[in-house]
């Protein structure tokens, strides 16, 4: 569906008013045929000839009003942002490009009446944000598989992703990984890993053997000066990576532990350091 504006639009208005006959005139179309989009593409073309275009996703299937407003968005993106995005000329046509069509059976809500408004309100914001600012703007995060806590999640841009009744929790066939740390996962992981020594009863280094065993029990964490005692432990869980490749081959022993001040921390042996890694509130 696309439609010419003549004179050239520089207002986000006059070309609002085109984008809602032409999300009404898609949604009839796609409705006639029994399909629906969950992923639109929103081109537009200048006067001086730049071609625009960005794709946006929705939680669901995207209405008529849906469509209508990531235009405006879009468009206010588009003509009202950084000067160095900013095109050079009005716009002269505007194009809605229907994607992933799927049979349109309605929507199914959640056992205890869908969504809320607050789910809705967030979406929007999220929605309009990118508009503004770009698609990659407004990130959200989408679990994935990995042995170590900061690899089991990443950022992806919101509009790839279903926003509402989403669930990080891991599908429950979801293949284990081994040598994967039990749950619960660490609430926090470190942009910076803090270097400790362990040390056992008699202050001697704890290591592990290349069977994966400790040499002795850890009994104290000393770092920055300081020494606090260990009241409980787990592992260690031993992970051997990519040894067929000599540059990027890793070996790795993870230790649980508690100190006594109630602290839970995850604590980490490579290459002959220990380090702590991420922490349980």
Same mark, same amino acid.
């Given at each position: 569906m696309?439609?010419?504006?003549?004179?050239? &639009? !520089?207002?986000v208005d006059r070309v609002a008013f085109l984008a809602r006959t032409l999300a009404d005139e898609l949604h009839r179309r796609l409705g006639r045929n029994g399909v629906t989009c969950v992923r639109v593409g929103i081109e537009a073309e200048t006067e001086h000839g730049e071609q625009l275009l960005r794709f946006w996703r929705h939680e669901g299937t995207l209405s008529d009003a849906a469509v209508a407003d990531r235009v405006r968005w879009q468009l206010d993106g588009w003509l009202n942002g950084s000067a160095a995005n900013r095109p050079s000329g009005g716009i002269t046509r505007l194009a809605l490009i229907p994607d992933e069509?799927?049979?349109?059976?309605?929507?199914?809500l959640g056992f205890w009446g869908g969504e809320t408004e607050v789910d809705q309100r967030a979406v929007r914001v999220a929605a309009r944000l990118q508009g503004?600012?770009? &698609? !990659?703007?407004?990130?959200?995060?989408?679990?994935?598989g990995g042995r170590h806590p900061g690899s089991q999640l990443r950022l992806v841009p919101a509009a790839?992703?279903?926003?509402?009744?989403?669930s990080l929790d891991p599908e429950p066939d979801t293949a284990p990984w081994p040598g994967v740390l039990p749950a619960p996962s660490p609430t926090r992981v470190l942009a910076e890993p803090i270097p400790i020594e362990v040390l056992d009863e008699c202050n001697r280094a704890v290591v592990v053997t290349g069977r994966g065993l400790l040499s002795a029990s850890p009994f104290v964490l000393a770092t920055r000066g300081k020494q606090i005692e260990v009241r409980h432990w787990a592992g260690p869980w031993p992970v051997?990576?990519?040894?067929?490749?000599?540059?990027?081959h890793t070996r790795q022993a993870r230790l649980q532990v508690v100190t006594v001040d109630g602290r839970a921390h995850l604590i980490v042996l490579a290459a002959g350091a220990w380090t702590i890694t991420a922490q349980w509130d």
């Open positions: 696309s439609d010419e504006i003549d004179p050239p &639009a !520089d207002r069509l799927i049979a349109a059976k309605g929507r199914q503004q600012l770009g &698609a !990659d703007a407004v990130l959200v995060p989408e679990r994935e790839t992703v279903e926003l509402t009744g989403r051997d990576e990519r040894w067929w490749d000599p540059e990027a």
